[in-house]
T-cell receptor, first 111, second 111 residues
Framework: NAGVTQTPKFQVLKTGQSMTLQCAQD?????MYWYRQDPGMGLRLIYY???????DKGEVPNGYNVSRLNKREFSLRLESAAPSQTSVYFC??????????FGSGTRLTVV | QKEVEQNSGPLSVPEGAIASLNCTYS??????FFWYRQYSGKSPELIMF????GDKEDGRFTAQLNKASQYVSLLIRDSQPSDSATYLC???????????FGSGTQLTVLP
């Protein structure tokens, strides 16, 4: 099915380790987003890419980096994982403002 | 003040009743408004959007917008147990080119 694919679905990291979350969409959308979701705090924007070749910080960018590799792919990197980064991470894409399609999420635990 | 606030919940209604979910937002420049549904352990999915003051109906769902009061609501008529989920209100601001989400209201429809 067409949509947004995220990998991995689950990950456990030790404090200080690094990892990259992958996201790919096949809907030819220009805009892509990375959110994290924590209990009681809703979805908070980490980074977004309005179009291929551009990236911008969201509400909670510290500790993360992103790469818009091409129109399809938008990756999120944790350079040195911290327990505070334990969360569920969602990638999303959109063509029309606000009409997001979300991936299935990555459940990350940092110990 | 949070940018997007939702009634705290959790909310329980009996099957067949009307469920009313409320949301307020702080930025008067907000342009469009979205309701996402998120089942436990799943990713959010878009169910309604509204741009203009008034009501917008789609099947059993009605979105209501009052820009003067900075208030958005979602009514679910003839609630079903399958409607049990967390409902996320989201507000789009063109100046920021991003959605801001509320923390969600958990709805349980009791058989």
């Amino acid at each position: 099915n067409a949509g947004v694919t995220q990998t991995p679905k689950f990950q456990v990291l030790k404090t200080g380790q690094s990892m990259t979350l992958q996201c790919a969409q096949d809907m030819n959308h220009n805009s892509m987003y990375w959110y994290r979701q924590d209990p009681g705090m809703g979805l908070r924007l980490i980074y977004y890419s309005a179009s291929e070749g551009t990236t911008d910080k969201g509400e909670v960018p510290n500790g993360y980096n992103v790469s818009r590799l091409n129109k399809r792919e938008f990756s999120l990197r944790l350079e040195s994982a911290a327990p505070s980064q334990t969360s569920v991470y969602f990638c999303a894409s959109s063509e029309a403002p606000g009409g997001y399609t979300f991936g299935s999420g990555t459940r990350l635990t940092v110990v | 003040q949070k940018e997007v606030e939702q009634n705290s919940g959790p909310l329980s209604v009996p099957e067949g009743a009307i469920a009313s979910l409320n949301c307020t937002y702080s930025d008067r420049g907000s342009q469009s408004f979205f309701w996402y549904r998120q089942y436990s352990g799943k990713s959010p999915e878009l169910i309604m959007f509204i741009y203009s003051n008034g009501d917008k109906e789609d099947g059993r769902f009605t979105a209501q917008l009052n820009k003067a009061s900075q208030y958005v609501s979602l009514l679910i008529r003839d609630s079903q147990p399958s409607d049990s989920a967390t409902y996320l209100c989201a507000v789009y601001r063109g100046s920021a080119r991003q959605l801001t989400f509320g923390s969600g209201t958990q709805l349980t429809v009791l058989p």
